[in-house]
């Protein structure tokens, strides 16, 4: 089982804030992903990563950029932060096979007012 | 490109029925199949999978099998519990990403 931590597990902040959602993993995992989800709804691939200085976006469209530095670390920053950014932000880690499964964080529950 | 179509909910049920929550694909090649359970205010946790055709995946009492034939990896569970509530997602993974349907909710009443 992987070990994947999310921090902060909820933020409320300000219109025009600066925030990084942080996400780390344990298992050395190469392929790392940020999903953008109303609560109970679909979830919406925004960035994934494939190794380390490797970042893309994903299917919907975000204002968020990522930097993968590290292999366990994929932080997720918002420059200036807006009430459409209010959702839940889910990280995953996948040990890499092309068809293999993703282990998910806790999630960080986003409001900005 | 890949997609997941599943049953739309909400789906409410008394303790000890029966669930089906209805899955069906469309992908390219040969992708693997999964459930995923999401409790309320918290991240996916993998439920069961299945990587080829006429595998069964089980766990928990949940069962689903993946039918090439006819696109569907149907999820069920022959008595459930209130602790089975919770919102399944259907997914597919295929090309190093995941392909979810949009969720069903399901509340099971004492």
């Known amino acids: 089982e992987a070990d994947i931590y999310q921090t902060p597990r909820y933020l409320v902040i300000g219109t025009g804030k600066k925030i990084t959602l942080e996400c780390s993993q344990t298992?050395?995992?190469?392929?790392m992903y940020w999903y953008q989800q109303d609560p109970g709804m679909e979830l919406h691939l925004i960035h994934y990563s494939y190794g380390v200085n490797s970042t893309e976006k994903g299917d919907l469209s975000s204002e968020s950029t990522v930097s993968r530095i590290r292999t366990e670390h994929f932080p997720l920053t918002l420059e200036s932060a807006r009430p459409s950014h209010t959702s839940q932000y889910l990280c995953?880690?996948?040990?890499?096979?092309?068809?293999?499964?993703?282990?998910f964080g806790p999630g960080t529950r986003l409001t900005v007012t | 490109g890949d997609s997941v179509t599943q049953m739309e909910g909400p789906v409410t049920l008394s303790e000890e029925a029966f669930l089906t929550i209805n899955c069906t694909y469309t992908?390219?090649?040969?992708?693997?199949l999964f459930w995923y359970v999401q409790y309320p205010g918290e991240g996916l946790q993998l439920l069961l999978k299945?990587?080829?055709?006429?595998d069964k995946g089980s766990n928990k009492g949940f069962e689903a099998t993946y039918r090439k034939e006819t696109t569907s990896f149907h999820l069920e569970k022959g008595s459930v519990q209130v602790s089975d509530s919770a919102v399944y997602f259907c997914a597919l993974s295929n090309d190093y990403k995941l392909s979810f349907g949009a969720g069903t909710t399901v509340t099971v009443r004492a």
């Open positions: 299945a990587t080829k055709a006429d």
């Open positions: 992908a390219t090649g040969y992708p693997s």
């Open positions: 995953a880690s996948s040990d890499g096979g092309l068809r293999g499964e993703q282990y």
């Open positions: 298992m050395g995992h190469d392929k």
